[in-house]
């Protein structure tokens, strides 16, 4: 995933098409690509473009809170790396954008392997080509929605020892599961898998404004996902573990860098999310 600086315009420009790979049909939106234009990326089509900007309208700070969930990924996996997990299993990562997994983690250790998974194929056409020199990185298409297959990937096997510990991440994709598609058993089977000393950071959108259920109903109509939790919703996911200090808090309070102002905007809390351990 690449150290590029985001486009200062993201949601007005013109994105040239000739570079979807083959089988990509850019009249559908994808997940991936609409949260790459958020962050000011150029991996995206106008039909990407137009719900990124319907977001805009609802809640002006949405570029923000995708630099919010960037930022607490981080913060998360630095926390992690100097822990001692020396391999990450990031599910639905995205598009390569800045402050990726396994640029923070080889910061602090160079042989922490990284695995990214998403279901979209051009979030593997171009981590293949940015990752091509990265010996402890790969990126693997597949759905996370189906655990078992995932886990049994012989590229997940190849770079990930479930003897030891791992950090698994979730960071910006349970929101994107209906509750009809039984989120709350997927991540315990993900759980499950995990030795003891393991990290799990799970990050998510939050019903915590009148303004945030109008995007929620915005993004179901439009992309067709995007459902929001309450925090007691999102605690709920972390059952079975030890949530570190704060817990689940909004993105910006958790172990920030800078002082957090003691009244959060709409977009500061947009997003929730908190890193466990398992015991």
């Not at 700070?61 to 822990?83: S, W």
Request: hydrophobic share 40%; net charge negative.
């Amino acid at each position: 995933m690449d150290d590029r600086a985001p486009n200062p315009s993201p949601l007005h420009g013109d994105a040239p098409e000739e570079w979807a790979p083959t089988g990509i049909d850019v009249t559908v939106p994808s997940i991936a690509r609409v949260y790459d234009a958020v962050l000011g990326g150029k991996d995206n089509f106008p039909v990407d473009r137009a719900i990124a900007q319907q977001s805009q309208d609802i809640v002006p700070e949405i570029g923000d809170v995708a630099r919010y969930n960037r930022d607490i990924l981080g913060r998360a996996v630095r926390t992690m790396a100097k822990a001692g997990i020396t391999q990450f299993l990031d599910l639905g990562s995205g598009l390569p954008t800045v402050q990726n997994t396994h640029q923070v983690a080889q910061e602090v250790n160079p042989d922490a392997k990284i695995v990214y998974v998403d279901i979209d194929p051009i979030v593997l056409a171009h981590g293949r080509a940015i990752l091509a020199e990265n010996a402890n990185t790969t990126v693997v298409t597949a759905d996370l929605r189906d655990p078992k297959a995932v886990l049994d990937l012989p590229a997940v096997r190849e770079f990930i020892d479930f003897d030891q510990p791992i950090g698994l991440m979730l960071v910006g994709v349970i929101h994107h599961l209906g509750d009809d598609e039984g989120p709350e058993a997927i991540v315990r089977d993900y759980l499950a898998a995990l030795p003891a000393g393991s990290y799990f950071l799970l990050t998510h959108f939050c019903a915590s404004s009148p303004d945030a259920l109008d995007l929620e109903g915005a993004l179901l109509t439009s992309l067709g996902t995007g459902r929001f939790r309450t925090l007691e919703e999102i605690t709920a996911y972390f059952e079975g573990t030890e949530l570190l200090e704060p817990g689940v808090v909004y993105l910006p309070e958790w172990r920030p860098d800078e002082p957090v102002p003691a009244s959060l905007t709409v977009g500061q809390r947009l997003m929730a999310g908190g890193l466990a351990i398992k015991h």
